[in-house]
């Protein structure tokens, strides 16, 4: 698993050691926004009869996992990565842009992990891949995208 990991530009030894310790089998996540939560970078929504804001994230979960993910996303290699942080940071600033490539970063890992495979194979899937494949953890048959 740490050498799956580790196949993500980016990660290193301890990044991938902290996820996997922290995750543990990600077989009992059923989507990816499980796993968001779990760590805490999901957000909070405070609504009010029809008024709906969404704050900050929840900040459940391991600390140091979105310490060493927010760290890993702002001093990200992944080509896809980097251009999503300065897109995010041009508009929202780099706080909201390191946790938003954080999110990422985590998702990328989770499918990795999930369906155990390289990055190699992650990128050749595509954005794809974050759907394909997940039948198999829910039981349901896996969706496609809609072009």
Do not use: W
């Not at 779990?38 to 140091?64: H, Y």
């Not at 990422?104 to 794809?128: A, P």
């Amino acid at each position: 698993m740490l050498n799956l990991l580790m196949t993500h530009p980016g990660i290193g030894l301890i990044n991938a050691m902290a996820l996997v310790h922290t995750l543990g089998d990600v077989r009992r996540f059923r989507r990816k926004e499980e796993v968001v939560a779990f760590v805490g970078l999901d957000p909070l929504e405070k609504s009010s009869g029809e008024t709906r804001r969404i704050g900050s994230i929840s900040k459940r979960g391991s600390r140091l996992a979105r310490y060493l993910l927010g760290q890993a996303a702002q001093a990200s290699r992944d080509k896809k990565i980097r251009k999503f942080y300065s897109e995010v940071s041009r508009r929202r600033g780099r706080p909201k842009a390191k946790v938003a490539a954080a999110r990422k970063l985590l998702i990328n890992c989770y499918v990795m992990l999930r369906d155990n495979i390289s990055y190699e194979e992650f990128t050749r899937r595509g954005e794809v891949g974050l759907y394909e494949g997940s039948g198999e953890v829910t039981g349901k048959p896996a969706q496609s995208l809609k072009v």
